[in-house]
Nanobody, 126 residues
């Protein structure tokens, strides 16, 4: 059973930075992807970024390109999301997700991944 535990959320002023972490355990996939999604109050959960584990290919939502960076540390089984130049509209609960996926479906299937963390709150004030 895959377990994902996020950390690193918090409150920051606009223009600031935060780094989210997600420690993964229990997976046995030979090819899989991990990613981040977020959900703001009253809004639908949306994809933020994903990465094909092993190959390193990354994908981003247009709203975060150039500001957010997704990365992995295989030795630590940890996924990161470095968030710079944060805006109030980035305020949301951020979720880590993982599932078996090909490099082709790594982004397109992010919303339907089967394994999720508990979420971590990010609040950006103006």
């Amino acid at each position: 059973q895959v377990q994902l535990v996020e950390s690193g959320g918090g409150s920051v002023q606009a223009g600031g930075s935060l780094r989210l972490s997600c420690v993964a355990s229990g997976y046995t996939y030979s090819a899989f992807c991990m990613g981040w999604l977020r959900q703001a109050p009253g809004k639908k959960r949306e994809e933020v970024a994903s990465i094909f584990i092993g190959g390193g290919t990354t994908y981003y939502a247009d709203s975060v390109k150039g500001r957010f960076t997704i990365s992995q540390d295989n030795d630590k089984n940890t996924l990161y999301l470095q968030m710079n130049s944060l805006k109030p509209e980035d305020t949301a609960v951020y979720y880590c997700a993982a599932d078996e996926a090909s490099i082709v479906s790594c982004w397109s299937s992010l919303y339907t991944y089967n394994n999720w963390g508990q979420g971590t709150q990010v609040t950006v004030s103006s």
